[in-house]
């Protein structure tokens, strides 16, 4: 079948918009109708270059849609499911999985390299075989997926909402609630509130934090951040770390949480100094390549004051059951998911979508897949 996607060629390059090929779905695959696709930075660092991968590939880990078509062996879902894919896989046996690390899939390790499992290769075009971000490639119309990565979700949900706990809402939320363990009554504070970081400042109110510091310095994620959640709200890191000051009597912050656009040493260094002593700094964000050295920290500090320093992968969630719950918070009313869409786009107009998101204009652009 044919199918229309948004392709990076060469880094630095805008998204180009082609028709493609699809193979029908395979053992264990699904194929699945996109309806709604998020414009994360994680694809921005693909197309930046800064995260290489299987070029050209079909751009897009973050996404909804509903099940057309499932191959051989499928049991996880079925024609006419509605379903949220979820950009790490989980296999349910690995190591990882079967201690409860589902972020951490073994099935992971392929995410970039741009074909299924099995060395299989569903999309293809003029330029030869395409790779598919994380396994997905939702930047198109339909695609064939691994029901690793497809997780049944409540017809009556919104596609476009469901769409949101493919990677930013658990990401961020997870980032609080997971791998910084927020208790009641602690100060957290988020740098960066984007599309992550604005569900960490949700996640540390729903733990309970009594005072949840947003540090950004665009204005709308501010105002997003307060209206979601944030005690305070600041451009500055150094006012941050004045506020944080006051507010704790000179202690420090008991968590702060890393999701800017890209990890540097000067927000890290922040971070590690807003944080008291048995502080915890979770970074979520991505900077440099494997073997960049991007961070360095005082060593004494860290250990005569007990700080923890620690990555966090999709917010330590387990794709399976942690994106139902938070489908369920949303229906509760707990957690707020069509306040973080701030525009809709047609698929032809992805790349002005990254031109908001480097704009600050956005919290959550969303792709509208036309199936007319």
Avoid at 27 to 49: I, K, N, Y
Avoid at 72 to 99: I, Q
Avoid at 118 to 144: E, H, I, K, N, Q
Avoid at 278 to 285: D, E, I, K, P
């Amino acid at each position: 079948m044919k199918t229309t996607a948004a392709v990076v060629h060469e880094a630095g390059k805008p998204l180009e918009i082609e028709e493609l090929d699809l193979e029908g779905p395979g053992e264990g695959e699904v194929l699945v109708r996109f309806t709604h696709a998020g414009l994360c930075h994680s694809d921005l660092h693909v197309m930046q270059g800064e995260i290489a991968g299987w070029l050209p590939m079909v751009l897009g880990h973050e996404g909804a849609g509903v099940v057309e078509d499932v191959g051989p062996g499928v049991t996880r879902v079925a024609p006419g499911d509605h379903v949220v894919c979820s950009f790490v896989p989980s296999c349910g046996s690995c190591h990882w999985c079967a201690t409860g690390q589902q972020a951490i899939c073994d099935w992971g390790a392929g995410t970039m390299r741009g074909c299924l499992p099995g060395d299989r290769w569903p999309l293809s075009g003029s330029a030869g075989r395409y790779g598919a971000m994380c396994m997905l490639g939702t930047f198109s119309r339909y695609g064939v997926i691994h029901q690793y990565s497809a997780v049944k979700v409540d017809p009556d949900v919104p596609l476009e909402v469901a769409a949101l706990v493919s990677c930013g809402v658990p990401t961020g939320w997870g980032s609080a609630v997971n791998a910084a363990d927020v208790r009641p009554g602690q100060t957290v504070v988020v740098y960066g509130v984007g599309g992550i970081g604005i569900n960490a400042v949700q996640g540390a109110r729903l733990a309970g934090a009594r005072h949840v510091v947003a540090v950004d310095p665009v204005r709308l994620k501010r105002e997003t951040a307060l209206a979601l959640g944030a005690t305070h709200a600041t451009a500055d890191a150094e006012q941050a770390h004045a506020i944080v000051q006051e507010l704790t009597l000179g202690v420090g912050a008991d968590k702060a949480i890393v999701a800017v656009g890209r990890t540097g040493s000067e927000v890290v260094d922040r971070a590690f100094a807003i944080i008291g002593k048995a502080g915890t700094l979770v970074l979520t964000s991505m900077g440099g390549g494997f073997r960049d050295r991007t961070i360095q920290l005082p060593a004494q500090v860290a250990t005569l004051w007990k700080k923890t320093i620690k990555g966090s992968l999709f917010g330590d969630c387990n794709p399976t059951t942690d994106i139902p719950r938070l489908l369920a918070l949303y229906r509760s009313g707990e957690l707020a998911l069509d306040e973080l869409i701030t525009r809709r786009y047609r698929l032809d107009e992805v790349n002005e979508g990254y031109d908001d998101l480097l704009d600050g204009a956005n919290v959550r652009g969303i792709i509208v897949h036309d199936h007319g």
